[in-house]
């Protein structure tokens, strides 16, 4: 039996911009992010989040600002990602994985995207969800 060839068509992956929160609180950047990024330098972010709205933001900004986070790149610069645990939790993520739709603000040069569902109290409500305290050692 001998090899045929695919000739369907090819569909190209990372044309549009997504992020995905991982169970270890990484947000990482698809290759549409990661080129707009290099294309621009960035290096690091600040985090954004608006509750009412339900929306993050990544901000760019230089390393030795106060409240940046570094971007991570692969070696082939085709994802990244940004270390973002205790923020994600502060904004009442629960540690479930995310693939979420992202856009490039161009006159505000940030990435935006919409908060999954968390976060919400049992009236409704939106806020952060309290976190459980653990006794050291």
Request: glycine residues 10%; charged residues 20%; contains cysteine.
């Amino acid at each position: 039996m001998g090899y045929t060839v695919y000739t369907g068509k090819l569909i190209q992956v990372g044309l549009l911009p997504t992020v995905a929160i991982g169970s270890t609180g990484a947000i990482s950047l698809n290759a549409a992010i990661c080129r707009i990024f290099k294309k621009h330098g960035i290096e690091a972010v600040v985090l954004l989040s608006d509750l009412e709205g339900r929306k993050i933001a990544l901000l760019p900004t230089t390393r030795n600002e106060k409240w940046s986070y570094a971007v991570r790149y692969n070696q082939s610069c085709t994802q990244a990602s940004v270390s973002a645990a205790s923020f994600l939790m502060s904004i009442g993520w629960g540690g479930k994985k995310y693939k979420i739709d992202a856009s490039w603000d161009e006159a505000n040069s940030l990435v935006e995207f919409r908060m999954p569902g968390w976060g919400r109290s049992e009236k409704g409500k939106l806020g952060p969800l309290p976190v459980k305290k653990q006794k050291a050692g």
